[in-house]
């Protein structure tokens, strides 16, 4: 049995040349997006490595990254205003639209020109309803919480049986399983 050989050639966008790789890793390497065939035994690196496989864990630096800002509800609401006001796209496909030539019925580019206009516009559309409809969620998450009258009724009645010990006598019972049954029908 003969061993596999390092037989791909491994080049950066630069043109430094790195270390022989084998068959199978330079599929791997292409098949995941990192690198692209450029002959049929060598490939280049969408990224040139910034740590070779040689160097320790100790010899990395430890970068920090700066906090994360709150979310607010001001956040989301100028996010949303900035959707609703960036409509230049529209203006600038109507633009293109109307500087186009007349055409007759039988002009196929033209036609198709108009429809990739038109196609453009409407997947920006759906881009922007998808993102107010998550900044709609974001602004559901958001907002404070108004608690529920059922909860609230709850509440005062675990108060009521506390102070006064509706639960001690049995006409106190009876008064308190009313209460909780008229609880229960609160929407």
Avoid: W
């Avoid at 292409?30 to 280049?44: E, L, P, Q, W």
């Avoid at 019925?105 to 033209?110: K, L, R, V």
């Amino acid at each position: 049995m003969t061993p596999i050989e390092k037989n791909i050639i491994v080049v950066d966008e630069q043109g430094n040349e790195y270390e022989a790789t084998y068959p199978k890793r330079a599929k791997g390497l292409v098949k995941n997006g990192r690198a692209r065939f450029i002959d049929t035994n060598k490939i280049c690196l969408v990224c040139p490595p910034n740590n070779m496989e040689d160097n320790n864990m100790s010899n990395t630096t430890k970068t920090t990254t700066k906090p994360k800002e709150k979310l607010t509800i001001n956040y989301v609401l100028n996010q949303i205003e900035q959707i609703v006001k960036d409509n230049e796209y529209i203006h600038n496909a109507l633009e293109q639209l109307a500087s186009m030539p007349k055409s007759d019925p039988g002009d196929i580019a033209g036609q198709e020109k108009a429809k990739a206009i038109g196609d453009i516009v409407r997947c920006r559309e759906t881009t922007n309803q998808q993102a107010l409809r998550l900044y709609e969620k974001m602004y559901d998450d958001l907002k404070p919480r108004e608690e529920s009258t059922k909860n609230k009724a709850l509440e005062m009645l675990s108060g009521i049986v506390r102070e006064v010990g509706f639960y001690e006598s049995e006409q106190g019972a009876e008064i308190l399983s009313n209460m909780l049954d008229t609880v229960r029908h609160i929407d």
